[in-house]
């Protein structure tokens, strides 16, 4: 298990380190996170939609297509040079490339998500106070969902010619399921709504969170064939 | 489905456990039966069949197209045959057309990388690579700046961090300077016969096309061609004439 985590940490060092040096994927999204977030506020009128009202569903958007762009990033980079070839030569089992994979995307995209709530906080006048906790459990649920599965479909869509536009075509139909249930819950942690109307739908991320991550990791070698 | 090694005892996962533990000195390393590969219908090569000792080396010669490469992958593990069997008793280096190494990452991070997959904790061994194979100066470079040839370094130390007993080489002296060539045959020869009397030697597949170093490391030599595999046959004449001369007579062979 220590072996196991220590492949699975040195993976997710490796992908800090080269994103650090290249910063592509990064500035990418977060410049997209602002961009998407300013124009949503901008197009409203504001004599008919209140920020409120359109809040959850910008702040979905914003997360959903910038951690698309550090997907798309993740097996890219092993692509070049072939450097998948090099880890699948190893004894490491092949789940521990995955979750090596998926933790530094988990980490890509918690930072884009951390740099773009003071943006919509700013930009849609929302009060976190007192609601922060609920947020950051939504947040980290659905994120968890859609990352387990674009990690695995970036392993896929990268071995495909056209991978950046395929990214997005297959992992699109999976991200509304956990997208629905985060706007949702968003839309109603920010309106103060009782704890009660908020369990069904953490109890579906919850699932989809366990049914993705486990299908994910038993699919991952799949993808690795030729 | 990318294969597991089929590995005599336990993987080598210690610098030094990959010497093929359970397997008999004189056993093979590297058994291939009846190996053919396909890429949908079209087919790459049929029963490939042969066997490696420690201390032998093998020679692969083949156009361009001829499946030199993808025999290789087979080899490796990262294909799986269309049909029949590879049967490698040890761990497995390979240097293959691409580096495998991160650009973003210096030569000592990328050897450092490699070496935690394989489980290897001591760190002297990335610095005797990179003493090795001549990287000390550029060590903390990153790969991005690297010259063909230093890259080619880099993947041939990348390919012996786990001190592999059956090394794949794939055009190992693509890229390099005179010195740098003169440099991996003298390596390759150290490692081919490395502790051979205490079974130690490691069983090498050389795919190359420069046929003065062929000569120089090669114990037999196996010409794919037409999707088949002539040989292997031993190197009874070092003679680059002779070799040539076969080659091409198989190459113009209906």
Known sequence: MRDYLGVVW?????????????KTAFMSAVVFAILVLSILYFARDPTAVSSMDIAPGALWVTFTFAAMVGLNRAF?????????????????????IFVGKMTG????????????VPLFVLFYNVSLAGRLPQLLAVTAMATVAFVAVGTLLSAMAVRTRFAELMLPILLLPFLIPPVVGAVQLTSRILAARPASELMGWFKLLAAFDIVFCVLAILLYEATLDE | ?????????????????GAGVGAAVTDPLLVTEAVTRRYGYRRVFADVTFSLRRGEVLALLGPNGAGKTTLLRVLAGLLRPSGGSVTRNGTVGLVAHNSMAYDALTARENLAFAAKLWGIVDAARVE???????????????????????????AIARALIHQPDILLL???????????????????????????????GRAIVLVTHQLERL?????????????????PEPMDDRSVETIAARYRGLLNRA
Not at chain 2, 1 to 17: E, F, H, K, R
Not at chain 2, 129 to 154: I, N
Not at chain 2, 185 to 191: A, H, K, P, Q
């Open chain 1, 10 to 22: 040195a993976i997710v060092v490796k992908d800090a380190t080269v994103e650090w040096r290249t």
């Open chain 1, 76 to 96: 890219l980079l092993e692509r070049e040079n072939q450097a998948i070839d090099g880890m699948l030569l190893t004894p490491v089992p092949r789940t521990a």
């Open chain 1, 105 to 116: 995307n988990l980490l890509f995209v918690g930072f884009v998500e951390l740099i773009s």
């Open chain 2, 1 to 17: 489905m990318i294969l597991t090694p089929q590995v005599s005892g336990a993987a080598g996962v210690n610098a030094d456990a």
């Open chain 2, 128 to 154: 005797e690579l990179l003493d090795r194979l001549g990287l000390v100066r550029w060590q903390d470079q990153r790969v991005a700046t690297f010259s063909r040839g230093m890259t080619q370094r880099l």
């Open chain 2, 170 to 200: 794939d055009e190992p002296f693509h890229s390099l300077d005179d010195p740098g060539v003169a440099d991996v045959v003298r390596l390759l020869g150290e490692l081919v016969s490395e502790g051979r009397g205490r079974g130690r």
């Open chain 2, 215 to 231: 000569v120089q490391l090669a114990t037999s030599v196996g010409y794919l061609v037409h999707g088949t595999l002539v040989g």
